[in-house]
């Protein structure tokens, strides 16, 4: 089994900064993609940004320029900074890991909060 624990969600004012990390645990033979998602009230969950084993990053286009996901695999930790904050970037964030223990499975965790508001 896999845990996903993240860290670092809070309460920020428009314009201000956040930075997420997402640990892995567990029986992990190896990570492939790693990455974050959101959902807001009402809303469908929706991709924010992902990193793969290479380095490869996508990210959503409304992140684009203010959201920077990466990886440390010596940790087994995805970062998601996030700058320039605004109202509509309130929602849960969800830490997600595609990860080979025995089998390969996708995993995420709990959620944190992030909260833009003045």
């Known amino acids: 089994q896999v845990q996903l624990v993240e860290s670092g969600g809070g309460l920020v004012q428009p314009g201000g900064s956040l930075r997420l990390s997402c640990a892995a645990s567990?029986?992990?033979?190896?990570?492939?993609?790693m990455g974050w998602y959101r959902q807001a009230p009402g809303k469908q969950r929706e991709l924010v940004a992902t990193?793969?084993?290479?380095?490869?990053?996508n990210s959503a286009e409304s992140v684009k320029g203010r959201f920077t996901v990466s990886r440390d695999d010596a940790k087994n930790t995805v970062y998601l900074q996030m700058n320039s904050l605004k109202p509509e970037d309130t929602a849960v964030y969800y830490c997600?890991?595609?990860?080979?223990?025995?089998?390969?499975?996708?995993?995420w965790g709990q959620g944190t909060q992030v909260t833009v508001s003045s």
């Open positions: 997600n890991a595609v990860v080979r223990g025995v089998l390969v499975n996708n995993y």
């Open positions: 567990g029986s992990i033979r190896a990570i492939y993609a």
């Open positions: 990193v793969t084993s290479g380095g490869s990053t």
